[in-house]
């Protein structure tokens, strides 16, 4: 199936709930969840951890499907999907992060890899034994 028939056969369409803000290297992290989602946010208090998903805004050409390890060129071109390289043709990222509280629609959170401003796609409880 090419490109294209993918693309009329499906219709994908993401909406931010939220977005990071305030993420310093190795400091807390607040993820704002917009006003008219805040509501699903009821109960998250009683998790450790979760899951944030997330658009790499930033990401490089998402064409490219090969790209250096850590952008180490002494080592050879492997395919984006086997790496944690913003370069892919959809740039969703994927961190657990520590949940630190929650202050109404902010959460505050530990070890989130997204840049500021990232948009947030989506919030999910970690369970323990759940992720391999």
Not at 18 to 34: D, H
Request: net charge neutral.
């Amino acid at each position: 199936m090419s490109t294209s028939e993918r693309s009329s056969e499906y219709n994908v369409k993401l909406e931010p709930v939220g977005f990071v803000r305030s993420n310093p290297p190795g400091g807390p992290a607040e993820v704002v969840i917009y006003e008219e989602f805040s509501e699903a946010l009821d109960g998250i208090e009683g998790c450790g951890h979760i899951w944030v998903l997330f658009w790499m805004h930033r990401q490089g050409d998402r064409r490219r499907l090969k790209v250096h390890p850590m952008g180490d060129r002494n080592r050879p071109e492997q395919g984006v999907f086997s790496l944690r390289s913003p370069v892919r043709p959809n740039p969703i990222g994927l961190t657990r992060v520590r949940l630190l509280r929650r202050e109404g629609n902010v959460l505050v959170v530990q070890g989130l890899d997204a840049l500021e401003g990232s948009p947030v796609l989506d919030i999910k409880p970690w369970i323990k034994g759940t992720d391999g």
